[in-house]
Nanobody, 124 residues
């Protein structure tokens, strides 16, 4: 059974940092695109960052220069380093992985596997 388990969320003051980690189990995602999405209350789920099998990166404009996505194929993990956090970054953050395809994709519908989510709250 494939599982994506996120960790690292929490409460932080504006300007602070958090590092989210996602550990995949049940299959190897080395050849597949992976991503982080987020969903704030009353809003649609949106892409935060994505990484292809080959290392191509995609970032939402709102997080460029502040967030960094990375992956460790040997550990089957993908991380999201978040710096200079802002109150508008408050959301549930989800790890996602594609069943097929190596590319980094913006659309959430292209990701077949999802974690349960981890809450990130940034206070002003």
């Amino acid at each position: 059974q494939v599982q994506l388990a996120e960790s690292g969320g929490g409460l932080v003051q504006a300007g602070g940092s958090l590092r989210l980690s996602c550990a995949a189990s049940g299959r190897d995602f080395s050849d597949n695109g992976m991503a982080w999405f987020r969903q704030a209350p009353g809003k649609e789920r949106e892409l935060v960052a994505a990484i292809s099998s080959g290392g191509t990166l995609i970032y939402a404009d709102a997080v460029k220069g502040r967030f960094t996505i990375s992956r460790d194929k040997s550990k089957n993990t993908v991380d999201l380093q978040m710096n200079n956090l802002k109150p508008e970054d408050t959301a549930v953050y989800y790890c996602a992985a594609r069943q097929f395809g190596a590319a980094a994709i913006e659309k959430s519908t292209r990701y077949e596997y999802w974690g349960q989510g981890t809450q990130v709250t940034v206070s002003a």
